[in-house]
């Protein structure tokens, strides 16, 4: 969450995925990396569906 508020995002509220994400490694951490916006020209709901997959 501190990362996020680092670049003014937020971290979704999304338990589920949250949670399995955590588990898949022994020891989580968060990265931040970055893409072209012109990405950010897709629907959000598009983007999030190919985040979550």
């Known amino acids: 969450e501190s990362l996020a ?12 995925i949250l949670e399995e994400v955590a588990h898949l490694v022994e020891a989580p951490k968060a ?3 970055h893409f072209d916006e012109e990405f950010l020209e897709l629907p959000q709901e598009v983007l ?3 985040m979550k997959a």
């Open 48 to 50: 999030v569906a190919v």
């Open 31 to 33: 990265v931040m990396g």
């Open 5 to 16: 508020e680092n670049v003014g995002g937020k971290v979704p509220e999304d338990a589920p």
